[in-house]
């Protein structure tokens, strides 16, 4: 998401160019080595409930699918981000059959092609699925599938490097903003002027002043907004957003589903996709809130797997009853605890300082749209491509949650 509003901030800049506008990417993880983008299984979908995760999924799969146009840099090869048009398999139980049905018809008024079918044309169409208890399935036909995370990453990297936009390795821990040269009362409000940036392995840290300041901090978004010298009584109400980890498990089942499998949504909250052509599935779920794994490193616990995860896929898909498990890792949801959407836009308080967090697992998806839609503001003072103000910090003032019912 970061590189995403570096990438268009230049790309938008218009009339500034003459000036050289100046946009710096501060990257304390370098390597990606716990970036959620990496670590993520790459899905791209239209299935969501709440409008402005459809539009934003409708702009990135179209970003995404002339990707050379935007994120080509001349005398480099071909970005090849690996696509597969799997599409996603959503299974819902009588409980949930008319909230899926009233989704789907959203999902196409937005545009979206997606089909639903009865329990008889599922088993016809996928006969490997276990059809008991779904009452119905939503399946999409295009725009959905998965992707080469890193690649894009890389490609969003290349081609804003390429434009001007310079990066370093550190970690923002402090802030110097206006309200520190301010004498009492507290005023109501406050600009960034510098932002600390600390070195790795050294004590030392580095001033940049800055105009305009994007959190895309990713998991740590809301930590960020607690650092030292943000005054405390504007940063309210705090950004309700935490590293939140998730397992993925890799197995290789060679009488599995095949080059039919999508990527598919049990009605138990378990999913998996298709890994290549040889047999070889990615899968997990996210616990329950009150069991949520300890996020202070990414271990990650076999057992859930045993457990949890595998009696749910070998009920759905008979044939995984003799799965073998291959690996696993953990990564991390920049998982917003009010209601699990991104939080886009300028701070009601601190007024050069804009958000693009919060996403709670679709973030790569909505990287390009999200991107261009900070960028929009940040420049133009308004949205243009899509109108996401509804995911702005009013929300969050306010005490009312869009709810997003597609969180896997």
């Given at each position: 998401v970061g590189w995403s509003v570096a990438y268009w901030l230049k790309v938008l800049e218009g009339w500034r160019r003459q000036h050289g506008m100046k946009v710096l990417v501060v990257e304390r993880d370098p390597m990606y080595s716990?970036?959620?983008?990496?670590?993520?299984?790459?899905?791209?979908?239209?299935?969501?409930?709440?409008?402005?995760?459809?539009q934003m999924s409708r702009f990135s799969a179209s970003f995404l699918r002339n990707i050379n146009e935007h994120l080509g840099v001349p005398g480099e090869p071909p970005i090849d981000i690996q696509f597969q048009p799997s599409g996603y398999l959503f299974l819902a139980s009588p409980q949930s059959a008319a909230t899926l049905e009233a989704t789907v018809q959203l999902q196409r008024d937005e545009g979206a092609q997606v089909t639903l079918l009865s329990p008889t044309q599922l088993k016809a169409k996928f006969p490997w699925i276990n059809t008991e208890d779904v009452a119905v399935a939503s399946y999409g036909l295009e725009d959905e599938g998965w992707f080469d995370p890193w690649t894009l990453l890389n490609a969003f990297r290349?081609?804003?490097?390429?434009?001007g936009v310079q990066s370093c390795s550190g970690e923002v821990r402090a802030f110097v903003t206006s309200a520190n040269y301010m004498m009492p009362p507290a005023p109501s409000s406050a600009r960034i002027r510098y932002v600390h940036v600390y070195m790795p392995d050294s004590l030392e840290y580095q001033p940049v002043a800055c105009a305009i300041v994007v959190n895309a901090a990713g998991a740590w978004a809301g930590k960020l907004l607690e650092a030292e010298g943000l005054p405390r009584g504007l940063c309210r109400p705090p950004l309700p957003i935490q590293p939140r980890k998730r397992y993925v498990f890799s197995w290789h089942c060679p009488n599995g589903p095949g080059l039919s499998c999508p990527f598919l949504i049990d009605t138990s909250g378990a999913y998996f996709r298709r890994d290549g052509f040889a047999g070889n599935y990615l899968g997990g779920m996210s616990p329950p809130e009150e069991e949520e794994p300890d996020a202070g490193d990414l271990s990650v616990d076999h057992e859930y797997f045993q457990e949890r995860v595998w009696p749910?896929?070998?009920?759905?898909v008979p044939a995984f009853e003799s799965l073998r498990v291959q690996g696993s890792w953990a990564g991390y949801y920049d998982y917003n605890t009010f209601d699990q959407n991104g939080v886009l836009g300028p701070h009601p308080q601190l007024e050069n300082l804009f958000s693009a967090a919060g996403f709670s697992g679709h973030g790569l998806q909505h990287a390009p749209a999200a991107g261009r839609a900070v960028a929009e503001l940040v420049i133009k003072g308004r949205y243009e491509s899509l109108d996401l103000r509804r995911l702005g910090w009013a929300r969050l003032l306010q005490g009312e949650p869009l709810q997003e019912h597609g969180v896997v």
């Amino acid at each position: 998401v970061g590189w995403s509003v570096a990438y268009w901030l230049k790309v938008l800049e218009g009339w500034r160019r003459q000036h050289g506008m100046k946009v710096l990417v501060v990257e304390r993880d370098p390597m990606y080595s716990r970036a959620s983008t990496v670590l993520s299984v790459g899905g791209i979908r239209q299935q969501f409930s709440l409008r402005e995760n459809i539009q934003m999924s409708r702009f990135s799969a179209s970003f995404l699918r002339n990707i050379n146009e935007h994120l080509g840099v001349p005398g480099e090869p071909p970005i090849d981000i690996q696509f597969q048009p799997s599409g996603y398999l959503f299974l819902a139980s009588p409980q949930s059959a008319a909230t899926l049905e009233a989704t789907v018809q959203l999902q196409r008024d937005e545009g979206a092609q997606v089909t639903l079918l009865s329990p008889t044309q599922l088993k016809a169409k996928f006969p490997w699925i276990n059809t008991e208890d779904v009452a119905v399935a939503s399946y999409g036909l295009e725009d959905e599938g998965w992707f080469d995370p890193w690649t894009l990453l890389n490609a969003f990297r290349r081609k804003a490097t390429s434009l001007g936009v310079q990066s370093c390795s550190g970690e923002v821990r402090a802030f110097v903003t206006s309200a520190n040269y301010m004498m009492p009362p507290a005023p109501s409000s406050a600009r960034i002027r510098y932002v600390h940036v600390y070195m790795p392995d050294s004590l030392e840290y580095q001033p940049v002043a800055c105009a305009i300041v994007v959190n895309a901090a990713g998991a740590w978004a809301g930590k960020l907004l607690e650092a030292e010298g943000l005054p405390r009584g504007l940063c309210r109400p705090p950004l309700p957003i935490q590293p939140r980890k998730r397992y993925v498990f890799s197995w290789h089942c060679p009488n599995g589903p095949g080059l039919s499998c999508p990527f598919l949504i049990d009605t138990s909250g378990a999913y998996f996709r298709r890994d290549g052509f040889a047999g070889n599935y990615l899968g997990g779920m996210s616990p329950p809130e009150e069991e949520e794994p300890d996020a202070g490193d990414l271990s990650v616990d076999h057992e859930y797997f045993q457990e949890r995860v595998w009696p749910r896929l070998a009920r759905r898909v008979p044939a995984f009853e003799s799965l073998r498990v291959q690996g696993s890792w953990a990564g991390y949801y920049d998982y917003n605890t009010f209601d699990q959407n991104g939080v886009l836009g300028p701070h009601p308080q601190l007024e050069n300082l804009f958000s693009a967090a919060g996403f709670s697992g679709h973030g790569l998806q909505h990287a390009p749209a999200a991107g261009r839609a900070v960028a929009e503001l940040v420049i133009k003072g308004r949205y243009e491509s899509l109108d996401l103000r509804r995911l702005g910090w009013a929300r969050l003032l306010q005490g009312e949650p869009l709810q997003e019912h597609g969180v896997v």
